[in-house]
């Protein structure tokens, strides 16, 4: 089992362009979600999906957009990059099973806006 | 709205000490807790969970946490800690949305140095 898997593991972005980050959850998890951690802070919770759908959304401007594919994997989309965004963005994947369920990590993705 | 406290933002300790590293999270009806860990350039790693039961858990490297819902802390420990446990710690508390959904809140982290 590979695990969740995060492409691609750097990137470097200028100011006003846009990103696209890409995440396989973990085999027979059908839930993922997205986390921005800024340099020495914990993780922040960004948007939710399950079966192809935003579930729930944390405190992110509309900048922030997402998509689930049918084989559950994601897609992390930043418009008009600000250099503010520049973070760890890590995804996690779970079974869709309530407050107890275990979440798995990727490596995350380091973006860095100039 | 649901949040944690990690009380200190850097623990440095000498190897083979022991170490304690401070949570706190606000009240909640149920309370679902967990500590990961996150080495230098890497992602999250669960390293032990409270769901329900006995109010200490363990992991299988030696860290231990003691659910205490008078005090709202869940607080890591480990009795002699190693150089390879240089790393920064997280604590997340599991919040659920309407549905079903749930989410991790985290504290702000703190770093445990190990020296030799």
């Known amino acids: 089992d590979a695990g969740v898997t995060q492409s691609p593991t750097h990137l470097i972005k200028t100011r006003g362009q846009q990103v696209t980050l890409r995440c396989s959850p973990k085999?027979?998890?059908?839930?993922v979600s997205w986390y921005q951690q800024a340099l020495g802070q914990g993780p922040q919770f960004i948007f939710q999906?399950?079966?192809?759908?935003?579930?729930q959304r944390g405190n992110f401007p509309d900048r922030f957009s997402g998509h689930q594919f049918p084989n559950y994997s994601s897609e992390l989309n930043v418009n008009a990059l600000l250099l503010g965004d520049s973070a760890l963005y890590l995804c996690?994947?779970?079974?869709?099973?309530?407050?107890?369920?275990?979440?798995?990590f990727g490596q995350g993705t380091r973006l860095t806006v100039v | 709205a649901q949040s944690v406290t990690q009380l200190d933002s850097q623990v440095p300790v000498f190897e083979e000490a022991p170490v304690e590293l401070r949570c706190n999270y606000s009240?909640?009806?149920?309370?679902?807790l967990f500590w990961y860990v996150q080495y230098p350039n890497q992602g999250l790693q669960l390293l032990l969970k409270y769901l329900s039961g006995s109010t200490l858990v363990e992991s299988i490297n030696g860290f231990e946490a003691e659910f205490n819902k008078s005090q709202t802390s869940f607080h890591l420990r480990k009795p002699s800690v190693h150089i390879s446990d240089t790393a920064e710690y997280f604590c997340a508390v599991s919040s659920v949305f309407s549905g079903g959904y749930n989410k991790l809140i985290f504290g702000a982290g703190t770093r445990l140095a190990v020296h030799p």
């Open positions: 996690a994947s779970s079974h869709r099973t309530g407050a107890n369920t275990e979440a798995f």
């Open positions: 999906y399950y079966e192809e759908e935003e579930r």
């Open positions: 085999s027979g998890h059908d839930t």
């Open positions: 009240s909640s009806v149920s309370v679902y």
